[in-house]
């Protein structure tokens, strides 16, 4: 794998983290390298889903933004203190 490649799958993976913790409505106890990482996860996995159902871009972005969400969500309610 070329560099160029691993700086895009790092710059994608912070868009996506960014815009999933901006969807979830509640504050998240989770770090900057969490989003990052929950932002690759998500990436992949809706570009996978993506190529595997011949989606068009738009379609493809939607769906790594969902699996973001859904994985941020999870993380955070997963990280929360009870109270």
């Known amino acids: 794998m070329e560099i160029t490649g691993l700086i895009s799958g790092l710059f994608v993976g912070i868009v996506i983290g960014l815009i999933a913790r901006i969807l979830v409505p509640s504050m998240q106890p989770i770090g900057c390298f ?38 941020v969500a999870i993380v955070a309610a997963a990280f929360r203190k009870g109270t």
């Open 34 to 71: 969490v989003t990052v990482l929950i932002g690759i996860v998500g990436g992949a996995g809706g570009a996978a889903i993506g190529a595997a159902a011949d989606w068009n871009f738009w379609l493809t972005f939607g769906t790594q933004i969902l699996i973001a969400t859904i994985l």
